[in-house]
């Protein structure tokens, strides 16, 4: 493992990282923690914070370049970007079942699963992960 990749990389990009990592680590404590407490809404304000974060910086990172300057991986952070909102409101008006759909579905799908691809061959993260 060496970080040197990722201190090499432009601010976006550890912005980017920095956020998801801690997204990550938070909301997996999160997911184990009693539920409609005072802390686990100020940390639910704080991870939601923090998923914006991890959404709006991945807007200035143009490493995979499908379409123009743009990937799919694009796409989901405008989902992102529009589900953080909504999955808030929900537990707002006390739609517990579509809050909690949301945030899980924002955990393992743009947190975990999209984290993942970032291992794979070629991609920083994997430079980080295992070297070379």
Request: proline share 5%; glycine share 8%; net charge positive.
């Amino acid at each position: 493992m060496t970080l040197a990749p990722l201190l090499a990389a432009t601010p976006a990009i550890q912005l980017h990282t920095a956020a998801a990592l801690i997204a990550l680590v938070l909301g997996s404590g999160q997911l184990l923690a009693p539920k409609a407490t005072l802390p686990h809404r100020t940390l639910g304000w704080i991870w939601a914070g923090l998923m914006m974060v991890v959404a709006v910086s991945s807007l200035l990172i143009h490493e995979l370049r499908l379409v123009g300057i743009w990937s799919p991986i694009h796409l989901l952070s405008l989902l992102v970007i529009v589900a953080v909102p909504r999955a808030l409101w929900a537990a707002h008006r006390h739609e517990l079942v579509r809050h909690r759909r949301g945030m899980y579905s924002l955990f393992f799908g743009a947190l975990v699963l999209a984290g993942a691809f970032t291992l794979l061959p070629g991609r920083l993260m994997h430079q980080v992960a295992f070297g070379g």
